[in-house]
């Protein structure tokens, strides 16, 4: 994808350009900019140099959005990123699409909310003991037990730190910085690399756990590994999977509960128990308050909680009683007395070696 060219012109991307975002969001605005090449090709507009008249590509910009919409097979998401694709390739267009966007808020507006729902926290408290008794329990000494104590530790990462799941999920061993010394308050640091909104708040960030039964946990699950070695040992899908059969396991699957959700829960939580707008946007990293007030849904997360029956409430509460001695301490065994990192140190090795031959 590149700049519009104009008569004559030489223009291309350099490199800076081409690596100012992610592979992945620059394959879709690509895709998002082919399909609509593709129907401009079956329209009027086809022998038309569009990108060259601001009024043309905004007209243009309008009738595909409108062609999208009356679609049943399209989606508000291409007609955002369509725009997007425009005034990413033609950058003399950016800032002077407004009747497209309007278009796209129209067309947003008329959409059914369908808000991210906050995970309550005794949920997570049933969550994590109901993977680590999976964990303890199983016999096999393997990457399918890592996975389950991985998983465990990571959902309270993610909900004491307020993450998204892109950014719990690339953390690794360098990225986290344990107190060293009886000097020190009891506070691991995470660094938080190339978030997603690294373009406004820069691309290293961080969070903290003040939490200091979790930093024990945390510390207990990356003893004696490589500061490569990834905290959690698989793809999002898999992590996706494993949260979801969690909480079919306690019967709590038709609360449509996604990984996604640790970050509004955990907000929404804050916000309940008296924290300030302001320290609420400073610790969740948030850039503006408009932006903070979508998490905090209290109503919701009540409504969430109030959906359990009587039976379910009663079973998760046993549960987290059961397991508060857990919650609080590790086992004290190491963790290589329940699995071994293996396949993460093999892949290690082979991506050293990789390095070394490219360099």
């Known amino acids: 994808m590149g700049p519009g060219r104009g008569p004559g012109a030489d223009v291309h991307e350099v490199g800076l350009e081409v690596t100012r975002t992610s592979q992945t969001y620059r394959r879709r605005l690509q895709q998002a900019l082919a399909n609509l090449l593709l129907w401009v090709a079956l329209t009027r507009w086809t022998r038309t140099e569009w990108w060259i008249d601001v009024v043309v590509t905004n007209q243009i910009l309008c009738e595909y959005i409108e062609h999208l919409h009356s679609s ?38 008329a959409c059914p909310t369908n808000s991210r729902l906050p995970l309550p926290f005794n949920i997570l408290q049933a969550m994590f003991a109901y993977t680590l008794a999976e964990a303890i329990s199983s016999t096999h000494h393997n990457a399918r037990t890592l996975d389950l104590f991985s998983f465990c530790v990571l959902i309270r990462i993610g909900f004491e ?6 950014e719990m999920l690339k953390l690794s061993v360098a990225d986290l910085r344990f107190p060293k010394s009886s000097w020190e308050p009891d506070v691991l640091v ?28 945390t510390r207990w699950l990356v003893d004696g590994a490589e500061k490569e070695i990834k905290l959690w040992p698989g793809s999002y899908a898999k992590f996706c999977k494993l949260f979801a059969r969690t909480l079919c396991r306690l ?64 079973g998760i509460s046993n549960l987290i009683m059961a397991s508060t001695p857990q919650w609080d301490q590790p086992p004290a065994l190491p963790a290589s007395a329940f699995f071994h990192r293996d396949a993460q140190w093999r892949g290690l090795t082979l991506a050293r070696r990789r390095l070394r031959k490219t360099s």
């Open 161 to 166: 730190c307020l993450l998204r799941p892109a």
């Open 251 to 314: 019967g709590l699957d038709r609360l449509r509960l996604t990984p996604g959700c640790l970050r509004p829960g955990a907000a929404t939580r804050a916000f309940i128990d008296g924290c300030s707008i302001a320290d609420l946007k400073y610790r969740g990293r948030w850039r503006a308050e408009s932006s903070l007030e979508v998490y905090i849904q209290e109503a919701m997360c009540h409504l969430t909680a109030s959906d359990l029956t009587d039976a379910e409430h009663h």
């Open 72 to 109: 049943s097979s399209g989606k508000l998401s291409e007609a955002r990123h369509a725009v997007l694709a425009v005034q990413t390739a033609f950058r003399q267009h950016r800032g002077h699409l407004g009747r497209a966007w309007d278009c796209v808020r129209s067309w947003q507006l």
């Open 190 to 217: 995470i660094t938080l690399r190339d978030a997603k909104n690294r373009a406004s708040l820069g691309r290293l960030q961080f969070g903290m756990v003040r939490d200091p039964a979790l930093v024990r946990w």
